[in-house]
T-cell receptor, first 115, second 112 residues
Framework: SAVISQKPSRDICQRGTSLTIQCQVD?????MFWYRQQPGQSLTLIAT?????????ESGFVIDKFPISRPNLTFSTLTVSNMSPEDSSIYLC????????????FGPGTRLTVL | SQQGEEDPQALSIQEGENATMNCSYK?????LQWYRQNSGRGLVHLIL?????REKHSGRLRVTLDTSKKSSSLLITASRAADTASYFC????????????FGPGTSLSVIP
């Protein structure tokens, strides 16, 4: 399986600030995604990170709040903008198209706490 | 948005017993995947079953898929305390682009 790394692994941020999370895959992938997992909940898809074009956002998520970049096939960033305590969650990056058809692998997640 | 439902939401069994978790979904899928997540840890990919497959095995895991009922089950045989975790099914939804949607998960506790 591919190795997906995320930075930072955790952060504590102040209300109103922004945090950019980086996701790096150790091989070229076709699709990259960003998920949010609120405490005690399942994963909710935020958006699909498209290489070279604007991300595709799911209902309830907008680009102004969660800008995403994917400059190449192995790297993506998610920014959580103008944070509030409700944004406290684990944010996970995932990727597909890695050797095995459509298996989706996940990074370790970034645990964000907003004060 | 979540398109799957899992039951039970929580399951507690004795070590050595079998654990069965069920997942139902609403729309046509390309495949279905099961994941495990230990408390506070990342997701571990367990198994992928394609829409044209009915059953798949991996070690102590057995997954079935019934596309006519839009449901899947995960069976863990001879459970161990280390199997204590949350288990999620995730469906690869057929849209203009592939995206994977997670169910709410089943919390499994295996008592030594």
């Amino acid at each position: 399986s591919a190795v997906i790394s995320q930075k930072p692994s955790r952060d504590i941020c102040q209300r109103g600030t922004s945090l950019t999370i980086q996701c790096q895959v150790d091989s070229q992938v076709t699709m990259m995604f960003w998920y949010r997992q609120q405490p005690g909940q399942s994963l909710t898809l935020i958006a699909t990170a498209n290489q070279g074009s604007e991300a595709t956002y799911e209902s309830g998520f907008v680009i102004d709040k969660f800008p995403i970049s994917r400059p190449n096939l192995t790297f993506s960033t998610l920014t959580v903008s103008n944070m509030s305590p409700e944004d406290s969650s684990i944010y996970l990056c995932s990727a597909t198209g890695v050797r095995s058809y459509n298996e989706q692998f996940f990074g370790p997640g970034t645990r964000l706490t907003v004060l | 948005s979540q398109q799957g439902e899992e039951d039970p939401q929580a399951l507690s069994i004795q070590e050595g017993e079998n654990a069965t978790m069920n997942c139902s979904y609403k729309t046509s899928i390309n495949n279905l995947q099961w994941y495990r997540q230990n408390s506070g840890r990342g997701l571990v990919h367990l198994i992928l079953i394609r829409s044209n497959e009915r059953e798949k095995h991996s070690g102590r895991l057995r997954v079935t898929l019934d596309t006519s009922k839009k449901s899947s089950s995960l069976l863990i045989t001879a459970s161990r305390a280390a199997d204590t975790a949350s288990y999620f099914c995730a469906t690869d939804v057929k849209t203009s682009y592939d995206k994977v949607i997670f169910g709410p998960g089943t919390s499994l506790s295996v008592i030594p």
